[in-house]
């Protein structure tokens, strides 16, 4: 079963631009959030956890347990956020990977 | 520190050969995952190691089999190359000792490619 979905492959946003990748999961236990980033030939690397509550390089993620989200979000795109974003699922032994957007910044 | 580092980078093989890829982790991490990336697919789990001495199967384990030689090494083998195979192939390793700690650390990933 699908634990995490990303319903857009592709995104192309303009710079300065707000951005949004969407994500949503499917778990019945206490959720741990995070999203990862892969930068062209760059290894995937975390970008923020909801735990932490954190902003990473302009990045903010909310976790709605009632809409059951962890949508990204950046109000000004910059051409350096061209990457692959992954949401990923932490179930307490293992991690799901939703299938990746692939967001390109149009300068 | 190194970090997580995958042998080989690229590798090509025939059907029916056999390989084994080499992941070591100098993090002293106790958890350690192997994950295939395909287009379309996102990253799918093959295998994992909760602690040394143990592994459990992911979501496509099927044609692979896994050895966590000791806490700093985790190889994933291919017993009977298919082309279904081919991909990138992602080691990984996380602390696993709470909620603040499961932040996965990748390598370089591993490019196979089965003829």
């Known amino acids: 079963a699908q634990r995490v979905t990303q319903p857009e492959k592709l995104l192309s946003v303009f710079k300065g631009a707000p951005v949004e990748l969407k994500c949503n999961y499917s778990?019945?236990?206490?959720?741990?959030l995070f999203w990862y980033v892969q930068y062209s030939r760059q290894r995937l690397q975390l970008l923020l956890r909801?735990?932490s509550r954190e902003s990473i390089k302009g990045f903010t993620a909310d976790l709605n347990k009632g809409e059951t989200s962890f949508h990204l979000k950046k109000p000004f795109a910059q051409e350096e956020d061209s990457a692959m974003y992954y949401c990923?699922?932490?179930?307490?032994?293992?991690?799901?990977f939703g299938t990746g957007t692939s967001l390109t910044v149009i300068p | 520190n190194a970090g997580v580092t995958q042998t080989p980078k690229f590798q090509v093989l025939k059907t029916g050969q056999s390989m084994t890829l080499q992941c070591a982790q100098d993090?002293?991490?106790?958890?350690m995952y192997w994950y295939r990336q395909d287009p379309g697919m996102g990253l799918r789990l093959i295998y994992y190691?909760?602690?040394?001495?143990?592994?459990d199967k992911g979501e496509v384990p099927n044609g692979y089999n896994v050895s966590r030689l000791n806490k700093r090494e985790f190889s994933l083998r291919l017993e009977s190359a298919a082309p279904s195979q081919t991909s990138v192939y992602f080691c990984?390793?996380?602390?696993?000792?709470?909620?603040?700690?499961?932040?996965?650390?990748f390598g370089p990933g591993t490019r196979l490619t089965v003829l």
């Open positions: 990984a390793s996380s602390e696993a000792s709470g909620v603040a700690y499961n932040e996965q650390f």
């Open positions: 778990y019945s236990g206490s959720p741990e």
């Open positions: 909801h735990i």
């Open positions: 990923a699922l932490y179930t307490g032994n293992q991690f799901y």
């Open positions: 993090m002293n991490h106790n958890s």
């Open positions: 190691s909760a602690s040394e001495g143990t592994t």
